[in-house]
C-alpha cells in the first residue's frame, strides 16, 4: 500500500510563496497520477494541479495557471507543489491524492491527512 505524507502547509501575506511537499512510500508510483486538491469552507473540492508519474505530463486548473508550478524528484518520491504570488482566495487545507494512470477525475483513491494553507490581504 503506497502512503502519502504532506508537508509544507503554513500562513503567508498575499503575493508570498510556499512549497508543498508530497513524499509517496510504500511502492511503485509508475501507474499512478499524483494531484493536488484543496477544500476550503463552503466550497467544492478542487483540483489544483496534477503530474503523472510515468512520463511527467502535467495539468493545471485555471484559477492556478502561471502562479503555481508541479515537479517531481524520482529519486526522493516527492512531489511538490511550488505556489506564488498567492492569493487569499487559496486559502484552503490542500491533500495530496492517488489516481490510476487512465481513469478519470474521479478516481482518486489514496489521498493524504492535508496541510493547511492560510495566505492573509
Known amino acids: 500500500q503506497v502512503h502519502l505524507a504532506e508537508s509544507g502547509g503554513g500562513l503567508v501575506q498575499a503575493g508570498g510563496s510556499l512549497r508543498l511537499s508530497c513524499v509517496a512510500s510504500?511502492?511503485?508510483?509508475?501507474?499512478?497520477?499524483v494531484g493536488w486538491w484543496r477544500q476550503s469552507p463552503g466550497k467544492e473540492r478542487a483540483l489544483v494541479s496534477a503530474?503523472?508519474?510515468?512520463?511527467?505530463?502535467?495539468y493545471y486548473a485555471d484559477s492556478v495557471k502561471g502562479r503555481f508550478t508541479i515537479s517531481r524528484n524520482n529519486a526522493k518520491n516527492t512531489v511538490y507543489l511550488q505556489m506564488d504570488s498567492l492569493e487569499p482566495e487559496d486559502t484552503a487545507v490542500y491533500y495530496c491524492?492517488?489516481?490510476?494512470?487512465?481513469?478519470?477525475?474521479?478516481?482518486?483513491?489514496?489521498w493524504g491527512q492535508g496541510t493547511q494553507v492560510t495566505v492573509s490581504s
Open positions: 510504500g511502492g511503485t508510483l509508475s501507474y499512478y497520477v
Open positions: 491524492a492517488l489516481k490510476p494512470r487512465g481513469s478519470d477525475r474521479q478516481s482518486y483513491n489514496i
Open positions: 503530474i503523472s508519474w510515468a512520463d511527467g505530463s502535467k
